[in-house]
Nanobody, 125 residues
């Protein structure tokens, strides 16, 4: 059982910034891709950003391109999501995800097997 622990959510005004963090706890080593998804009530979970183990393959959902930046520190088993120029429509529960086995291709289409508990991000107008 892999546990992903998220932090960094909160309430900010439109135009503000937040930095989300997600760390695999215990003795787990994440050697595959890691990513972020978000979900609002009544909607399906949506891909936000993903990054390969090497950091050389990165994918973003169109609406966050130029505003969000995903990064990772493998030595810490941690992935980050820097969110700038936040908009009210970014309001959602954000979930961290991890791929068990390293594969190839766009991080958007990876088979993510492990999930965090979610952290609330609220952006006021």
């Amino acid at each position: 059982q892999v546990q992903l622990v998220e932090s960094g959510g909160g309430l900010v005004q439109a135009g503000g910034s937040l930095r989300l963090s997600c760390t695999a706890s215990g003795r787990t080593f994440i050697s595959g891709a890691m990513g972020w998804f978000r979900q609002v009530p009544g909607k399906e979970r949506e891909f936000v950003a993903g990054i390969s183990w090497s950091g050389l393959s990165i994918s973003y959902e169109d609406s966050v391109k130029g505003r969000f930046t995903i990064s990772r520190e493998n030595a810490k088993n941690t992935v980050y999501l820097q969110m700038n120029s936040l908009k009210p429509e970014d309001t959602a529960v954000y979930y961290c995800a991890a791929e068990n086995t390293r594969t190839y291709g766009s991080p958007r289409s990876r088979e993510y097997e492990y999930w965090g508990q979610g952290t609330q991000v609220t952006v006021s107008a």
